[in-house]
Nanobody, 115 residues
Framework: QVQLVESGGGLVQPGGSLRLSCAAAGSVSSIGTMAWYRQAPGKQRELVAAITIRSTTSYADSVKGRFTISRDSAKNTVSLQMNSLKPEDTAVYYC?????????WGQGIQVTVSS
């Protein structure tokens, strides 16, 4: 089992920045791709960004150029730097890791972009 704990969410004004972090604990050996998803009210959960064990990254078109995903494999953490935030980025953000074909999820953390 892998346990994930997210931190760093909150309320920010449009144009502002936030950094989300996720720490993995438990059976953390052989963790593969790490990712961030988000789910806005009334919408499906969507992939925001992902990073492989070789640090290859991918992003949703809506966040390209504004968000940056990174990982520290030694510490089993993944972070999401979010800049130039927009109201439409408001959502619950979820950390996700893949291990041996299983997906593990964090509890989710609220990000609200509002003036």
């Amino acid at each position: 089992q892998v346990q994930l704990v997210e931190s760093g969410g909150g309320l920010v004004q449009p144009g502002g920045s936030l950094r989300l972090s996720c720490a993995a604990a438990g059976s953390v050996s052989s963790i593969g791709t790490m990712a961030w998803y988000r789910q806005a009210p009334g919408k499906q959960r969507e992939l925001v960004a992902a990073i492989t064990i070789r640090s290859t990254t991918s992003y949703a078109d809506s966040v390209k150029g504004r968000f940056t995903i990174s990982r520290d494999s030694a510490k089993n953490t993944v972070s999401l730097q979010m800049n130039s935030l927009k109201p439409e980025d408001t959502a619950v953000y979820y950390c996700n890791v893949q291990k041996w074909g299983f997906a593990y999820w964090g509890q989710g953390i609220q990000v609200t972009v509002s003036s």
